[in-house]
């Protein structure tokens, strides 16, 4: 089992360009969510997805949106990108309903912007 | 506003020591996490804590949870250097692991 994978591990960009992120969930999971972790700081909910649509959201601007595919992998794009939009994306995998269900993290995609 | 306080932000122990790390929240859940993390990696599950009274150990290290206090601990037992890290708590916030977390406490244990 590879468990959570996502690509790239790192990324840079310019300022006001759009990144696209991926993630591949653990085998038998059909949710994703996913975070942002600034430097120095705990990972922020972003959103998530479960059944190829969101179903939950943070506090995050339209400039986050993704989409999840018929094979449960999903994407995080961010559009004009912000310096402050420099973190560790996190991408977990999980079943979404059970008492024994639990979130599993991929290794993250380091996104710097400059 | 729902809230995750962990306390202490920094700690510094000497090998051998014993400590323990609060984890207090604001909201009713049914899940809660402990993660490690090491400086540039991603998070390590360390425990899910699933009901009230819960207590898990690994090794040195043992959580526990209380729902009606709407606290965690996790109490480390006489540390060594390799575990330095990161540790964050998550809560559960929406019974489908969404989760909210922390702030984080960083340990650093000394020789």
């Known amino acids: 089992d590879a468990g959570v994978t996502q690509s790239p591990t790192h990324l840079i960009k310019t300022r006001g360009q759009q990144v696209t992120l991926r993630c591949s969930p653990k085998?038998?999971?059909?949710?994703v969510s996913w975070y942002q972790q600034a430097l120095g700081q705990g990972p922020q909910f972003i959103f998530q997805y479960y059944e190829e649509e969101e179903r939950q959201r943070g506090n995050f601007p339209d400039r986050f949106s993704g989409h999840q595919f018929p094979n449960y992998s999903s994407e995080l794009n961010v559009n004009a990108l912000l310096l402050g939009d420099s973190a560790l994306y996190l991408c977990?995998?999980?079943?979404?309903w059970g008492p024994g269900t639990e979130a599993f993290f991929g290794q993250g995609t380091r996104l710097t912007v400059v | 506003e729902l809230k995750v306080e962990q306390n202490p932000l920094f700690l510094s122990m000497q090998e051998g020591k014993n400590y323990t790390i609060y984890c207090n929240y604001s909201?009713?859940?049914?899940?809660l996490y402990w993660y490690r993390q090491d400086p540039g990696k991603s998070l390590e599950s360390l425990f899910v804590?699933?009901?009230?009274?819960a207590v898990k150990q690994e090794g040195r290290l043992m959580a526990s949870l209380d729902t009606k206090a709407r606290l965690s601990t996790l109490h480390i037992t006489a540390a060594v250097h390799d575990l330095s890290a990161t540790y964050f708590c998550a809560v559960d916030w929406s019974g489908a692991n969404n989760l909210f977390f922390g702030t984080g406490t960083r340990l650093t244990v000394i020789p």
């Open positions: 909201t009713t859940s049914d899940r």
């Open positions: 804590l699933l009901s009230n009274g």
């Open positions: 977990a995998s999980s079943t979404p």
């Open positions: 085998s038998g999971h059909d949710t």
